[in-house]
């Protein structure tokens, strides 16, 4: 990454302006503008917010648009910038030690998945739920793709090109990158909030252990993987689980 263009332009200008400038693209991309957008015409069909958190087809449909909006905005700004994805890490230099160090996170996704819980169930049981109320929208095998189709493109590509982006920003213009995956870990956690306190503290735990990644490694292969993969799994772990206790 260090031949890229944005290192040269980082290292020229760093004025307040610029930093304004990088604070607002964060800001923009944080998930509240293309999260409104996404829900207008939802908004427009069923008029009430309610219908939306109920019907598995309509989750996926939200999350796939709100995705594509939020990927849509990131490129514009990167072509303004006269930036590209590969500043971002999007790169396959090393993508089998990369793949196969996603596919190692994956175990450890689901052991903080298992502590958090019990954490909550011995420490905080006010706040423990084995409940997911998105999840627990799915009723079909279609609904399980469809879900798990969104998973992979929001979570596992979106999610991780947005982090992405906010470390870089943080790392170029905000007061560096460790700043930033603290701070974004914290609103990726916030994020998931409707799926419950545990579920949200859980997924800023994951935010932290992919943006670590990240940029140890220089790359979104490991990340999207890890993501993805996990996502998918835990899908699928609970579609099968609920069938064989009835």
Partial sequence: MEGSPIYSYRFEKRSWAD???AFLEVLGLAGILSGLVAALPFSLHAGNH???LKDARLIACFLLLEA????LLMLLILRLHRESLADLGWNWDHWISDLLLGVSLVPILFLVSLLVALGFKVLLPNYYTDRNPLIES???PGDL?????AALFAGGVKEELQRAFVLVRFRDYLGGAKLGLVIWSVAFGAGH????VQNAVAAGL?????GAVYLARGSLVAPMVAHGAYDSLALLAYWFLRRVSG
């Fill in 19 to 21: 930093r304004l400038f």
């Fill in 50 to 52: 309610a219908i939306l």
């Fill in 68 to 71: 594509f909006v939020t990927l």
């Fill in 138 to 140: 799915i009723q079909s």
């Fill in 145 to 149: 793709a469809l879900f798990i189709v």
């Fill in 193 to 196: 909030y409707l799926q419950g």
């Fill in 206 to 210: 994951f935010g932290l252990l992919f």
